[in-house]
C-alpha cells in the first residue's frame, strides 16, 4: 500500500498539539479541545486527513509524533499499554499483561488486562484487544508508574502482581502458569511484600494458595511469614478455572485441583 504522507500543519493547528504535547496529552480526549476550539470534530477531521492524528476510539485520538516520519499515521504504531492509560481512570496494567512485562513469565498474553474500579466491557482498538478486570476499591494499591512512549503508565508492581494473579489465576493463564512465573523469580521478589499484599487484598483464598504453593516449593520463608496469616474457615479451590475435583489440603484448606510440580517446569 502506498505511503499516504502527511500535510503542513496550519499555525494554529501546530500551536494545539504543541501545547497539548507539552502537558502530557500525546492521547487526548473531545474535551482537551474545549480551550482551543469551539468545533473540535472539524478540526480533528482536518487533522486526520492530514495524517497528523489517530483515532483510537470515539472520543479519543493519537498525536503522532514528528519522529514517526513523513508517513505520519500511515506508518505509526501505537504502544498498547500507551492506549489502555487512557481507557479507564483509576485503572492499572495488571495480571498476565503485568506479568509479562516483569519478565515473570515468557508467555505472552493476547489481551491487555486493565484492573479497574469501573465496570467495562472488553473492547477492541487498533488491532489491540483490551479486557477490563473489575476489582474493588481496597485492591487498587501495589502500583508503579512507568514511562511509555513519553507517558506514564500504572502498572502493579511484580508483588502485587504475582498476588494479583493468585487472586484470578483465570487472567493469568490459570494457577499452573503463575506458580511457574513466582519459582523462576524469587530472587527478584519480596517476600515480605508479598505476604503483606496477600493479607492486605481481602480474600482468604489468596493466602490459601499462597501458603500451598510456597509450601510445595519448601520456601521456609514465606512459611514463617504465612504463620501469624488467618485462614478462614472453608475451602477454596487451587485453581478456580478447572473442574473442583481433587484431595483436600487441610492445613492451608484448599481443594487441589492440580499438581504443582516445579520438575515439569524443568523440562
Not at 64 to 85: M, N, R
Not at 89 to 113: K, M, R
Request: proline fraction near 3%; aromatic fraction near 10%.
Amino acid at each position: 500500500m502506498e505511503t499516504k504522507y502527511r500535510k503542513a500543519l496550519s499555525e494554529r493547528e501546530s500551536r494545539i498539539l504543541s501545547e497539548l504535547s507539552y502537558r502530557n496529552k500525546g492521547i487526548f480526549t473531545l474535551n482537551d479541545l474545549d480551550e482551543f476550539v469551539q468545533k473540535p470534530k472539524n478540526f480533528l477531521h482536518h487533522l486526520i486527513e492530514k495524517n497528523w492524528i489517530l483515532k483510537a476510539r470515539r472520543g479519543i485520538y493519537i498525536i503522532v509524533p514528528l519522529e514517526a516520519g513523513s508517513g505520519g499515521a500511515s506508518d505509526h504504531t501505537v504502544h498498547s499499554f500507551a492506549i489502555a492509560s487512557s481507557l479507564v481512570e483509576p485503572y492499572y496494567i495488571g495480571f498476565w499483561s503485568a506479568l509479562n512485562y516483569h519478565g515473570l513469565t515468557d508467555q505472552i498474553p493476547s489481551v491487555i488486562y486493565i484492573a479497574t474500579t469501573k465496570l467495562r466491557h472488553s473492547r477492541n482498538i487498533l488491532d489491540n484487544k483490551f479486557v477490563f478486570v473489575k476489582v474493588h476499591q481496597r485492591k487498587m494499591f501495589g502500583v508503579d508508574k512507568i514511562n511509555i512512549e513519553k507517558m506514564q503508565v500504572a502498572i502493579s508492581s511484580p508483588e502485587k502482581t504475582i498476588v494479583d494473579c493468585l487472586d484470578h489465576p483465570e487472567h493469568a493463564g490459570g494457577l499452573d502458569e503463575v506458580a511457574k512465573a513466582f519459582y523462576f523469580s524469587k530472587k527478584e521478589l519480596d517476600a515480605k511484600k508479598i505476604v503483606e499484599y496477600a493479607k492486605k487484598i481481602g480474600n482468604t483464598a489468596v493466602i490459601k494458595r499462597l501458603g500451598f504453593i510456597t509450601e510445595v516449593f519448601g520456601w521456609d520463608d514465606y512459611i514463617f511469614l504465612l504463620s501469624s496469616a488467618k485462614i478462614k474457615s472453608g475451602y477454596s479451590l487451587l485453581d478456580p478455572t478447572i473442574p473442583k475435583t481433587g484431595h483436600i489440603r487441610e492445613k492451608w484448606k484448599v481443594v487441589v485441583n492440580i499438581t504443582i510440580d516445579p520438575k515439569k517446569w524443568m523440562q
